[in-house]
């Protein structure tokens, strides 16, 4: 979002904020020590993507949700890259004021507009999953039958082009500067996001996971549930509680809703941490919903990502537990192990 860009800007280069009386300073320890904590928690989740990425791509046999899972990886991997950036060049402002960075401003700018490019991917990409699997629930014939082959690929390509034209019409028709006016251009394009984001986005993402959970009930009851309901509904999860109170809260700073004194540059921090613990989270999920008692590194993370996407190999399991396919494919890992 563009006004990251400008809070970001001002907490580094000026160590106070817009919007906060001259008098209200921060402390530049707990600011350096804060950035450090983003960018740890960012690297974990660099390296849990990275795994994922490789694995997907170019271990485990590709399928229709590994296409989805695969560039969710990529986006989520998009996104902290820039994160650590961003991070790295705040502490290096904080630590030594007097280096030389070329151009921060535009280096912050730039990381932003990449930063929200890959978080808006991973919000569509999310919410792409979500209805697809419960297209399999509602109508398991047509969607064995019927569906194009290449619907995951086309509907991945369409999700990145929309991402590259929300996150450039929100940060350069609606720059730093522009944002922190509130002009009409801004309200509109703002208005625009917050229709996208919490009118349209966010309500199918929980509609689907409700979905998703009340055929969890129903399948636990008879066998285990299938372990990809169980990733969406998580990975779901884990963006409502991170990732939309910091747009709510972004929103009722644009609108000036929020006091005066509300205190900017720790909510810069926050909201980068939030959405850093959201991009980080999706692998460990799928690891660990697909965990299994075996040894080796190795074998461990390769095995938990088939035993999670396994299923739209060998038919699907609409409801019933787990397919005489899936127990027969767990036997056969098990032969092969």
Same mark, same amino acid.
């Given at each position: 979002?563009?006004?990251?860009?400008?809070?970001?800007?001002?907490?580094?280069?000026?160590?106070?904020? #817009?919007?906060?009386?001259?008098?209200?300073?921060?402390?530049?320890?707990?600011?350096?020590?804060?950035?450090?904590?983003?960018?740890?928690?960012?690297?974990?989740?660099?390296?849990?993507?990275?795994?994922?990425? /490789?694995? +997907?791509?170019?271990?485990?046999?590709?399928?229709?949700?590994?296409?989805?899972?695969?560039?969710?990886?990529?986006?989520?991997?998009?996104?902290?890259?820039?994160?650590?950036?961003?991070?790295?060049?705040?502490?290096?402002?904080?630590?030594?004021?007097? @280096?030389?960075?070329?151009?921060?401003?535009?280096? +912050?700018?730039?990381?932003?507009?990449?930063? %929200?490019?890959?978080?808006?991917? %991973?919000?569509?990409?999310?919410?792409?999953?979500?209805? @697809?699997?419960?297209?399999?629930?509602?109508?398991?014939? /047509?969607?064995?039958?019927?569906?194009?082959?290449?619907?995951?690929?086309?509907?991945?390509?369409? +999700? /990145?082009?929309?991402?590259?034209?929300?996150?450039?019409? %929100?940060? =350069?028709?609606?720059?730093? @500067?522009?944002?922190?006016?509130?002009?009409?251009?801004?309200?509109?394009?703002?208005?625009?996001?917050?229709?996208?984001?919490?009118?349209?986005?966010?309500?199918?993402?929980?509609?689907?996971?409700?979905?998703?959970?009340?055929?969890?009930?129903?399948?636990?009851?008879?066998?285990?549930?299938?372990?990809?309901?169980?990733?969406?509904?998580?990975?779901?999860?884990?963006?409502?509680?991170?990732?939309?109170?910091?747009?709510?809260? /972004?929103?009722?700073?644009?609108?000036?809703? =929020?006091?005066?004194?509300? !205190?900017?540059?720790?909510?810069?921090?926050?909201?980068?941490?939030?959405?850093?613990?959201?991009?980080?989270?999706?692998?460990?999920?799928?690891? +660990?919903?697909?965990? !299994?008692?075996?040894?080796?590194?190795?074998?461990?993370?390769?095995?938990?990502?088939?035993?999670?996407?396994?299923?739209?190999?060998?038919?699907?399991?609409?409801?019933?537990?787990?397919?005489?396919? #899936?127990? @027969?494919?767990?036997?056969? %890992?098990?032969?092969?192990?």
């Amino acid at each position: 979002m563009a006004e990251f860009g400008n809070v970001s800007f001002n907490t580094t280069g000026a160590g106070k904020l #817009n919007g906060t009386d001259n008098s209200q300073t921060y402390s530049m320890n707990s600011f350096i020590i804060a950035a450090s904590f983003v960018l740890i928690i960012s690297f974990l989740g660099m390296i849990g993507n990275s795994l994922v990425v /490789w694995y +997907l791509g170019f271990r485990i046999k590709r399928t229709k949700y590994t296409v989805y899972i695969l560039n969710l990886a990529v986006a989520d991997l998009i996104y902290l890259i820039c994160i650590s950036i961003t991070m790295c060049v705040t502490i290096v402002l904080f630590v030594h004021p007097g @280096e030389k960075i070329s151009n921060p401003r535009n280096v +912050l700018f730039g990381m932003e507009i990449f930063s %929200d490019f890959g978080n808006a991917a %991973d919000m569509f990409l999310l919410t792409a999953i979500s209805v @697809e699997r419960c297209l399999s629930v509602f109508y398991p014939i /047509w969607y064995r039958c019927n569906r194009p082959k290449l619907q995951s690929v086309v509907v991945c390509v369409f +999700l /990145w082009g929309l991402s590259g034209l929300v996150t450039l019409v %929100d940060n =350069l028709a609606c720059p730093p @500067e522009t944002f922190s006016r509130g002009s009409e251009r801004c309200t509109a394009i703002q208005t625009f996001l917050s229709v996208l984001t919490f009118l349209i986005t966010i309500p199918i993402m929980i509609a689907s996971s409700v979905i998703l959970v009340i055929k969890i009930q129903r399948t636990s009851k008879r066998g285990q549930p299938p372990k990809l309901f169980v990733v969406i509904v998580a990975s779901v999860i884990v963006f409502l509680i991170s990732v939309a109170p910091v747009r709510v809260l /972004w929103l009722l700073t644009y609108l000036k809703v =929020l006091p005066s004194s509300f !205190h900017a540059g720790a909510f810069f921090f926050v909201s980068y941490l939030c959405i850093s613990v959201n991009s980080s989270a999706n692998p460990f999920i799928y690891f +660990l919903v697909g965990r !299994h008692n075996m040894h080796g590194v190795r074998e461990y993370l390769e095995r938990a990502l088939k035993k999670v996407f396994r299923e739209d190999d060998g038919g699907e399991e609409e409801g019933d537990g787990m397919t005489k396919s #899936n127990v @027969e494919g767990d036997t056969t %890992d098990s032969n092969i192990s």
